[in-house]
């Protein structure tokens, strides 16, 4: 098989893992907690020779593992028997349980991503960053070149364009936002009541920031005690800061406490977990789980990322009539990335066959002065009027030609002129439509 026919079998291909499919516990599982481990099962993924090009979207409400392949139902095999060997679940249920898109469905699942249609809290503002963060990750690595970075940059351009359009990324839209938005509901007037956040990532300084706008007085600790503290010197009002060594007895004193640390295992466990007299809220927004699923006594109730599902549903509901434009933006350029995509194919081909032509004057003409045929006096009026008939004869093969960009066939066509005129894949394509968020190794 010729290199250009293989081009023309690759679809995008997407496994996807998400609160749709997956309950937190499987999500725990699945969950890409270190750059290493990241590292080391894209590398395992693209031994297999059907997976090319990678991207893994790893976030605490999804796994998505973004690629291209020859075959499908091999890749597909591939991934998720490694996925199992990763996690320890089971392949049957992994097969099961995975949202499989290929071609146009996995960029029209992309685009949605993007946009935080697909999130737990519609219109979140999280996602895009950490989807491009993801993407920065591969090119870097080198797991990923243009076909990916192609459908990269329309993804981007999609999540600014419904932005733009929409007011889905304003208001109580992130996970974070939405566990405060709890705690508030539950406590009512929040004027002098302390709220613990443990850990000093980015959920963390997203709960800061909704916990301190909400009326509340934020405590914070973290077991890296410096990073605490340049976190808490960022707010305009006084965040204290409390050693990590003193967290049972914050856990004891202070009624909200809101975690979201990267920590692989549990933080706070029975052995750990103190008993108080005060009524206590705490939210664990970290996956893996922060709190110990088995932690259970009077006057505290604990919630999950699974748990703020209600606060979420009222939200989308809120929401619904954004989506739906919002959906329409996504369907829209999910079209207009593949004609774009085509029009990049039909675009040097054209080219080609102008520049073919030329040559072949050009060889003609000399070869015809040579042997005595024409004198070379007439070369450039000869070689006008060859020109002349060229751009005649391609004038409506090269329109056609454009206009075959919009069907469905366009891949098929395209293979054939191009095995028919002996071209070869244009590699200067990738440098001429760059992707603005493209990261130079």
């Known amino acids: 098989e010729s290199y250009d026919r293989k081009r023309v079998l690759m679809s995008y291909l997407i496994i996807s893992f998400s ?72 392949f049957e249920t992994l097969h099961d349980r995975a949202d499989i898109y290929d071609n146009d469905g996995a960029v029209h699942h992309l685009f949605s991503v993007a946009s935080a249609l697909d999130s737990l809290v519609i219109g979140e503002t999280q996602i895009v960053g950490q989807l491009k963060d993801g993407f920065r990750f591969s090119q870097i690595k080198g797991y ?38 709890k705690a508030k509901d ?88 103190p008993s108080s007299s005060i009524n206590r809220y705490w939210f664990d927004i970290a996956v893996p789980r922060d709190i110990d699923e088995n932690i259970s006594m009077g006057n505290l109730e604990i919630y999950s990322v699974d748990d703020l599902q209600d606060i979420v549903n009222e939200n989308m509901s809120l929401r619904a009539e954004q989506a739906k434009t919002a959906y329409g933006i996504v369907s829209r350029m999910s079209m207009e990335f593949f004609e774009w995509l085509k029009s990049l194919e039909i675009e040097p081909m054209v080219k080609h066959l102008y520049v073919k032509g030329d040559e072949i004057i050009d060889k003609k003409l000399k070869n015809a002065i040579k042997k005595g045929f024409i ?9 006008k009027l060859c020109q002349t008939v060229i751009t005649e004869y391609l004038h409506k093969p090269s329109k056609q030609l454009k206009d075959i960009s919009k069907n469905m066939e366009c891949d098929v066509v395209v293979g054939a002129i191009q095995n028919m005129f002996g071209m070869s894949n244009d590699s200067n394509l990738a440098d001429k439509y760059k992707c603005d968020h493209l990261v130079k190794k």
Do not use: W
Not at 53 to 79: G, P
Not at 150 to 177: D, E
Not at 375 to 383: F, K, M, P
């Open 375 to 383: 004198n070379s006096n007439d070369e450039e009026n000869i070689r």
């Open 19 to 90: 609160h749709k499919n997956t309950d937190i516990k499987m999500r725990e599982k699945l969950a890409f907690s270190s750059e290493d481990d990241k590292d080391r099962f894209i590398r395992t993924i693209l031994e297999n020779e059907s997976t090319k090009e990678v991207v893994l979207l790893s976030t605490c409400n999804r796994v998505e593992i973004i690629t291209r392949s020859s075959n499908i139902k091999v890749s597909v095999r591939d991934i998720i028997q490694k996925l199992s060997n990763y996690s320890g679940v089971d």
């Open 186 to 273: 539950i406590v009512g007037n929040t004027k002098g009541v302390k709220a613990l956040v443990i850990g000093a990532g980015e959920m963390s300084e997203l709960t800061v920031k909704h916990l301190i706008s909400s009326g509340f007085d934020v405590v914070l600790t973290s077991r890296d005690i410096k990073k605490a503290q340049n976190l808490a010197s960022t707010f305009e009002v006084k965040v204290s800061v409390e050693p990590y060594s003193e967290l049972s007895k914050l856990l004891a004193d202070i009624p909200v406490m809101i975690t979201a640390t990267s920590a692989p295992y549990p933080i706070i466990t029975k052995e750990n977990a």
């Open 144 to 181: 990923c070149s243009t076909n990916i970075t192609r459908v990269m940059h329309y993804a981007f351009k999609c999540a600014a364009n419904v932005r733009n359009a929409t007011s889905l990324g304003t208001g109580s839209v992130s996970v974070a936002s939405t566990a405060v938005a």
